[in-house]
Each structure stands twice: as structure tokens, then as C-alpha cells.
């Protein structure tokens, strides 16, 4: 019923969050953690630092019983149980290397049916008691990392690993299996050996769309950019996203009025009203869709051609979901994220203003971070949007920055000089008073402060105001300063300014968006 469906991913999300300490699911995990607690055989394919290990840990501890996890490294299997039992879940790990008081410990938790976790290495399979036992502990789950291992032509080869299948057999429980080597030849061989030739769900994932074309804009006149963007692919589905219910509703309007065939779509319409704009979308051509990210979620069109930001996305994984959503086809499909500082004060104070704890609220101003890295990159932005993902790439070609690469100038000493009106100031002021300093400008604030008796007052003449809010957001979206929200935003700065404060490190910033914000030029859409 729709209840219990609405309900699995909650608890999964809530888990997420209360026992690992995360926001948000990274790119493909969810799937995996809702394929995996309801039972089903999984072969994972997901690149380094994807972030698998949470695919079976998450799991483990939503299904009953206890899930055995095999892994080939003892270090790693270390580290995991200890950052478990940091995060207060019953996890042991059987290794070569435990104390025998160390074990006495844990069979007693798995008789006592209290462990949920039990990592093995594949050795200890070779050891005729090892099924006998998992089975008397209510085992429900089997695990394997690094499932390549199984593969005789592969590079990591470990000749228990074969004993896998045996004991998937001998328990009759749900495998889920994972690995981030991706290759044909070594997938069908996990499927032969650990599951026995039969069909496991399979998920194969790099984090790379590469038909998705990436691009950020300075936010200068928004509708106008976003109408641009829409005549330039006219006839096309795309999917416009908005901050605001108001303006999904405007814009949606405007593209009318242009000649597009557009509808609004948000949180604030009835259930039936949103409803038919899905199935619209799903089944008219070319229709344009003017969201909230209340859309999304249930539709899988996979000819949408173009994804639209009219507002800066909430963090970089948000980013990546709603830019997901176009070309799922595999053909060519345009992206254009527009940003600006209000989004940057509007996000920032979205975070201030929830009632998630403090550790939550750090989190999310650092994922809102990197994105602002990422509007404001000076190279490839695939490539830093994947290592976020911990993909390591080549520049891609199919971005802005590629295309045409950012003008850049050395900022080194214009945020020397940002810094230090800060300190000078006792970091209890926002980027305006700031600036004022910096440009030397004499208001009511200044004076009332005798902030003009500073040596730093008027030191930064040779930017212009907007240029000096421009290098303030780079700062902001490089995380060398932060704007405090118990301190009316006062900029505090970051441990990672130091070494720029010091002389230690240089800094290359944008100049185009610098001067971009400073003239006003026509947006290029
Ligand atoms: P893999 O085994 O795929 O190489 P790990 O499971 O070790 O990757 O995860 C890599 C890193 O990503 C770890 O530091 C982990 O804590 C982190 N991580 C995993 N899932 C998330 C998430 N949803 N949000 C933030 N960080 C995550
Ligand atoms: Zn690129």
C-alpha cells in the first residue's frame, strides 16, 4: 500500500541521518539501500569512494537479524567496525588478528542475538564451523565487498571467494554484492560464481553523465536568461527549477505568453492539479515544467533535453539529482544554472533557519559549499563535480568551462586585504560593511565605528563595489570565511585561510564573473 512504500525510504533517510550522520544519499546509494532491505540479490557496481560500504551497513541495520559481511582486507574491516561502534551499532569483526577476549566477546553478542554486523574474512569460510555458526545467529543478509575478487582472471583474485556461492546456498539468504571494478567479462563472472548464475538486481554506476552538458551563469536578469535558454530549444521537454512556488508560477506564465507550452508545478497545488502535470509531461512532447523540487521524484522521462536552475540548488548532490534528469536517453541534453548572492544569503539562511542540530547545519553549509565551488570553478567542471564524487577524470569537453575556459587574475592579495578588514573589525561585520571599508566608503556605519581610522580603510580602491561582493563569494563558496547566523551573517574566518593570511598559498579567482557583476553586460544564455 502507499503508506508502507512512503514509509521505507523515511526509515532509510532517518537512519542516514541519526546513525551516519549524513544529509543526503550520495548519487545511486538510495536504490541500492531500498533494493538491498527488501531482500533482493544486488550486484553493486559503483566507483571508488561512492560510498558502498553504507549500501550494506544502512541495510543491515533496518532488516532483522544479523548480515555477515566478507571482505578481503583486514584494515578496512577494522575501520569500519570501529566507526560502527562509534555510531553505537553492534558490529565485530572475526580477523586473524583479534585477541581471544576480543572474540569471546562477539560470539557472545551473536548467541545473545544482539550483533548486527559481523565482518569475516573469505579465509575463515574455508572453516567447516563458519555456516553452522552464522546460521545458529539468525544470519539474514550476506554482504561481499570487493566482489571482483571472485574473478580467477582478475587482478585481486582470492580463491575463497568461491566458497561465497556455497554459503549463500547453505543459508538461503539475500546476497548483495559489491565492487567498483565494472568491466563485462569480470561482472558475469560474479554473477556466475556468487550467485549462481541467477539474475541479482544490478546496479552499475560511475557518476559520470557524459551527454549532459554543464554550464553556470552569473545571475544577472533571470527571467530574461531563462526564456534565452527555452527559445534556443524550442519544441524540447525541459524542466525549469525555481527556489519560490511564485515563481515557477510567473515563469511558468512568461514561456506561455512566449509561445512555449509550459506548466507550473509545486508543493502549494492539489494532489490531482500535480498529477496531471506529470502525466502530461510524460506524454505530451515539448512541454516545459516549472518546478519546485516537489518534481521529480516519481517521473522517469528519458528524452527530457534540458534542465534550467533559475535559482541556485540547495547543495552540490541536489545539483546533481536535478541535472540527472535530463537526457536519461543518453543523447545530448543542456544544462544552465544560474547564481547570484541572494541565492547564496537565501540558501544560507534556509540552513540557519531549520531545526536540524548544529553538526547537520555545519554539514549543510559545506555541501552548499562546493557547490558554490562549483558555480565559480575556474576549469572543467565535470571533473571537479565527479571528484566530489571521488571520480577521478580527464576535462571533459562538454562543459562552459571547457568550451570557453574562465578568465582568471591572481586574488592573493585582494583576499589579504578582505581578511584583514575582517580582523581588523573583530569578524563581527557582513560583506557590505566590509566592503565599505575596503572601497573606502564613508557611511553612517563607518564613521559610528571610526572604521575609517583603519589602515585597512580604502585599501581595496582598485575594485569596484561589485567586484568586491564578488570576491566575497568566492571566498564564501572556497570556505576561507563564513558568514555567522547567530552574528547577523558577520564573516568569520575559516582554519582554511590561514595559509593565505600567512603568505602560504595563493589563490586564482574568477575575473569574468568579477567584472561580469561589475559592468552589467548582456547575459549570454
Ligand atoms: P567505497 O567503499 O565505495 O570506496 P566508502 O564506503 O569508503 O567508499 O565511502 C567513501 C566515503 O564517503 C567515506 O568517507 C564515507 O563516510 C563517505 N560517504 C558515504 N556515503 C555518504 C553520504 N551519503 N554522504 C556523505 N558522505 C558519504
Ligand atoms: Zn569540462
Redo the contacts with the bound molecule.
Keep these: 500500500d502507499p503508506v508502507s512504500e512512503a514509509a521505507a525510504p523515511d526509515r532509510s533517510r532517518d537512519l ?1 541521518a541519526r546513525v ?1 550522520g ?5 548519487p545511486g ?1 538510495e536504490e541500492i539501500v531500498e533494493a538491498v532491505i527488501a531482500g533482493q540479490d544486488v550486484l553493486a557496481i ?10 550494506f551497513q544502512l541495510p543491515a541495520l533496518a532488516r532483522d537479524g544479523l548480515t555477515v559481511v566478507i571482505s578481503p582486507l583486514i584494515a ?1 574491516m577494522r575501520d ?1 567496525v570501529r ?1 560502527l561502534q562509534e555510531a553505537g551499532v553492534a558490529a565485530g569483526a572475526l580477523t586473524s588478528g583479534n585477541t581471544p577476549e576480543e572474540n569471546e566477546e562477539i560470539f557472545a553478542a551473536m548467541e545473545g542475538g544482539r550483533l548486527k554486523l559481523l565482518y569475516i574474512a573469505p579465509e575463515r569460510l574455508a572453516s567447516s564451523g563458519t555456516t553452522a555458526m552464522l546460521r545458529r545467529s539468525d544470519c539474514r543478509l550476506i554482504a561481499v ?1 570487493e566482489a571482483h575478487c571472485v574473478s580467477q582472471w582478475g587482478h585481486d583474485f582470492r580463491p575463497d571467494y568461491l566458497r561465497i556461492g556455497e554459503l549463500r546456498q547453505a543459508l538461503g539468504v539475500p546476497l548483495a554484492a ?1 565492487t ?1 571494478t565494472a568491466d563485462r567479462a569480470t561482472q558475469d563472472e560474479i554473477v556466475q560464481r556468487l550467485f549462481a548464475g541467477g539474475q541479482p538486481e544490478t546496479f552499475l554506476r560511475g557518476f559520470d553523465r557524459p551527454n549532459i552538458r554543464l554550464a553556470f551563469a552569473a545571475k544577472d536578469s533571470p527571467r530574461k536568461q531563462i526564456m534565452a535558454f527555452a527559445a534556443a530549444r524550442k519544441g524540447q521537454s525541459g524542466i525549469v527549477y525555481c527556489a519560490t512556488r511564485a515563481r515557477t508560477e510567473t515563469l511558468a506564465r512568461a514561456l506561455e505568453e512566449a509561445g512555449h507550452n509550459a506548466r507550473a508545478y509545486h508543493g502549494g497545488m492539489e494532489d490531482w492539479e500535480r498529477r496531471k502535470v506529470e502525466s502530461l509531461f510524460q506524454t505530451e512532447e515539448g512541454l516545459i515544467v516549472c518546478a519546485t523540487v516537489a518534481f521529480g521524484m516519481g517521473v522517469d522521462k528519458p528524452d527530457v533535453r534540458w534542465v534550467a536552475h533559475s535559482d541556485l540548488p540547495k547543495s552540490i ?1 541536489a545539483y546533481y539529482q536535478e541535472i540527472g534528469r535530463a537526457g536519461r536517453d543518453g543523447l545530448p541534453a543542456d544544462t544552465l544554472t544560474l547564481y547570484g548572492p541572494d541565492d547564496i544569503r537565501l540558501r544560507r539562511a534556509q540552513i540557519d533557519e531549520s531545526n536540524a542540530p548544529p553538526e547537520r547545519r555545519e ?1 549543510d553549509h559545506a555541501r552548499l559549499n562546493t557547490l558554490l565551488g562549483l558555480a565559480e570553478a575556474t576549469a572543467c567542471r565535470r571533473r571537479m563535480l565527479l571528484a566530489y564524487f ?1 571520480e577521478v577524470s580527464e576535462p571533459c569537453g562538454n562543459c562552459d568551462l571547457c568550451e570557453r575556459p574562465a578568465k582568471t587574475f591572481d586574488a592573493t592579495e585582494a583576499v589579504r586585504k578582505a581578511l584583514s578588514a575582517m580582523l581588523r573589525t573583530g569578524e563581527s561585520f557582513g560583506t557590505g560593511h566590509l566592503v565599505d571599508i575596503l572601497t573606502g566608503t564613508l557611511t553612517d556605519k563607518v564613521k559610528q565605528w571610526r572604521h575609517d581610522d583603519l589602515p585597512t580603510f580604502g585599501v581595496g580602491r582598485e575594485l569596484s563595489k561589485h567586484a568586491w561582493q564578488a570576491v566575497f563569494r568566492q571566498m564564501m563558496g572556497r570556505d576561507l570565511v563564513r558568514p555567522d547566523a547567530e552574528r547577523h551573517g558577520a564573516l568569520r574566518m575559516t582554519e582554511a585561510a590561514r595559509p593565505v593570511l600567512k603568505g602560504e598559498q595563493a589563490l586564482t579567482f574568477r575575473a569574468d564573473t568579477v567584472e561580469r557583476i561589475a559592468t552589467r553586460t548582456e547575459p549570454r544564455a
Design positions: 542516514l551516519f549524513f544529509a543526503a544519499f550520495r546509494q559503483m566507483p571508488t569512494g561512492g560510498g558502498k560500504s553504507l549500501c578496512l569500519q566507526g565487498d559489491f567498483a548532490e554539514a571521488g
